[in-house]
C-alpha cells in the first residue's frame, strides 16, 4: 500500500504575519497598562454603579402595599448584578457584598414565587450606606450591616448564589 503525502496550505493573514514578527512589549509593562486602562474607567463605573443603585431604589419604592411585581424583581436582580461586576472590579467590596445579597434575596424570591418588598428595601437602604459618595461607615458598622442582611437571607432561607445548587441527596450509608 502506498501512502500518499497531502499538502497541507495555510493561508497567510495579516494577524499570523503580525504575531509572527517580534517585538512588542514586556509583559509586566503591559500589566501596568492594563492597570490603567481598568483604572481610567472608574470614573464611568462609578456612573454605573449610582445609576443601578437609583433604578433599584425606584423599582423598590414604587412597590404597593409591601408587595413587588415579579418583573421588577427581575429588573433587580439584573441591576444589581451589574453593581456586583462594577463593584468587584473596582475594588469596593462592600457594596460588593450588599449588592451580592441583594441578587440573593431577588432570586430566592423569584425561586419561591415570593413578593414581599422588605427585603429588598432593606438592602436598598444597606446599598446607600456603603455607596461610593456616602459617609464613611467603620469596620464595626460595616459588620453589623452586612450580618443583618445575613439574617434576612436566614429568615427566608435563601442560600448565596455563589454557593452553587444543593447537591442531590445521597444514598445512605449504613456506618
Do not use: W
Not at 22 to 37: I, L
Not at 96 to 123: M, Q, R, Y
Amino acid at each position: 500500500m502506498t501512502r500518499v503525502v497531502k499538502k497541507v496550505h495555510f493561508p497567510t493573514t495579516r494577524l499570523a504575519k503580525l504575531a509572527a514578527r517580534p517585538g512588542g512589549v514586556a509583559r509586566d509593562q503591559a500589566v501596568e497598562e492594563a492597570k490603567k486602562s481598568i483604572e481610567d474607567l472608574r470614573d464611568l463605573a462609578l456612573e454605573t454603579v449610582e445609576n443601578a443603585i437609583r433604578a433599584v431604589e425606584a423599582l423598590a419604592y414604587s412597590s404597593r402595599g409591601g408587595r413587588i411585581a415579579e418583573a421588577d424583581l427581575r429588573e433587580i436582580l439584573k441591576l444589581s448584578d451589574q453593581a456586583v461586576t462594577m463593584a468587584e472590579t473596582f475594588d469596593l467590596g462592600n457594596l460588593a457584598e450588599v449588592a451580592k445579597s441583594l441578587c440573593d434575596v431577588a432570586d430566592g424570591l423569584l425561586a419561591n414565587k415570593l413578593n414581599d418588598a422588605a427585603p429588598i428595601l432593606v438592602h436598598v437602604q444597606s446599598m446607600r450606606l456603603v455607596a461610593p459618595g456616602s459617609p464613611e461607615l467603620g469596620a464595626e458598622h460595616i459588620a453589623h450591616v452586612l450580618s443583618e442582611l445575613t439574617r434576612v437571607r436566614t429568615h427566608f432561607h435563601f442560600s448565596p448564589l455563589s454557593a452553587g445548587p444543593e447537591p442531590a441527596p445521597g444514598p445512605e450509608i449504613a456506618g
